[in-house]
């Protein structure tokens, strides 16, 4: 009798796995119809090569706090590659100590995203760079005092004349961008447990994560964050069913408003790419929200009118945890010595 019962039992476990295999295996299906994994290799990008000679530049501009009036700021100050590829602040501090108006989305995988900026006002990596470097509020240069800067350094002209051969001018604003992003195109972070997930190991992800990433879709969180990078990809509304109060949602900030001047994306915001998400609080373009399950619950009466559950919130958040990928290994550069010719640094605070 005992030796039918452990049979039995052997019999029901066997026919148990075999349902979470088929049913894990249908949710992989199903999650491909909305998502992608990050590649293993660097991406190409419009009208610019990315080369070992460009990248290498590219991450010495990142860097470089030399292309700032103040000598002090660099993109790596805002979007610090230690720290998820943002700077961990509500908004990020500026020249003159100035507070920005905006959370500082992750350089990582930024890629993959359809346009830069919350508002999508710099259409790729090039122009995202130009941006903060000529703001008021950021960097506070101009394209003739970067240029004037790297020309006064022998080691950044040999640098731009190797990553832009062929060149009469090598060193100039727009090849400073250039290098910028072909830099930022290597900073990618594939192989996260999604990823894993997506490319077959159904095993990966726990149930409760699983459970998470059903529910993901089937709330229609995945309408708007999907793709490669989980996001980024498209324009909506901050509100679809529910403006979030003024804390979260400042009236002044309209969004896309202020570059297409369009009553109808008044509060509308490029949707964030939730890759590593965990990693870049505080979260959204107000940066107003620390806890990541709290930014759940909003999007979910804001974006989809309901109020989801407890155990509904940390599913997903679970879920979301497993965006996390290998973080780009990146070594500090050894910059160029300045000269007599490098413009000196401005005074960021008047005497």
């Known amino acids: 009798m005992t030796s039918k019962i452990a049979v039995a039992l052997m019999a029901g476990a066997a026919v148990l796995a075999a349902s979470q295999i088929a049913s894990a295996n249908e949710l992989l299906e199903e999650a491909k119809d ?3 994994p990050i590649p293993s290799v660097v991406p190409a990008v419009k009208d610019n090569a990315v080369t070992s000679d460009k990248i290498e530049l590219g991450k010495m501009l990142f860097f470089e706090p030399r292309l700032s009036s103040s000598a002090l700021i660099s993109c790596n100050t805002c979007h610090n590659l230690g720290m998820g590829g943002d700077d961990n602040l ?3 501090i500026g020249h003159g100590w100035q507070k920005g108006p905006r959370n500082a989305p992750t350089v990582l995988n930024a890629v993959f995203n359809i346009a830069q900026f919350w508002d999508g006002r710099a259409e790729d990596l090039k122009a995202q760079a130009k941006g903060p470097v000529q703001a008021g509020v950021e ?5 003739e005092r970067v240029e004037t800067t790297l020309k006064s350094m022998p080691a950044y002209v040999e640098a731009f004349t190797k990553a832009f051969p062929g060149e009469e001018k090598p060193v100039t604003f727009d090849n400073m961008a250039k290098a910028i992003e072909a830099f930022e195109a290597t900073l990618i972070t594939p192989y996260s447990r999604f990823d894993q997930f997506l490319e077959g190991n159904t095993k990966v992800m726990t149930a409760m994560e699983q459970e998470g ?3 993901f879709m089937d709330k229609g969180c995945s309408a ?5 990078n989980i996001g980024g990809e498209g324009y909506y509304p901050f509100g679809v069913v529910e403006k979030p109060g003024a804390d979260i949602l400042p009236s002044g900030d309209k969004g896309r408003f202020a ?3 369009t009553a109808d994306e008044e509060y509308v ?3 964030g790419p939730l890759r590593n998400i965990e990693l ?3 979260y959204f373009h107000s940066g107003k929200v620390w806890d990541l399950e709290q930014a759940v619950a909003i999007m979910a009466t804001s974006q989809l009118g309901e109020e989801m559950s407890d155990e509904e919130i940390k599913k997903i958040t679970a879920f979301l945890k497993t965006l996390t990928g290998e973080q780009p290994k990146v070594d500090y550069p050894i910059l160029p010595v300045e000269t007599q010719e490098t413009p000196k640094p401005e005074a960021m605070v008047a005497k």
């Open 34 to 36: 909305y998502f992608q």
């Open 90 to 92: 509500e908004t990020s």
């Open 139 to 143: 960097m506070a240069s101009t394209p």
């Open 213 to 215: 990433l059903q529910l």
């Open 224 to 228: 708007c964050h999907a793709g490669v």
């Open 259 to 261: 570059v297409t001047k």
């Open 269 to 271: 915001f490029r949707a």
């Open 280 to 282: 870049t609080a505080p």
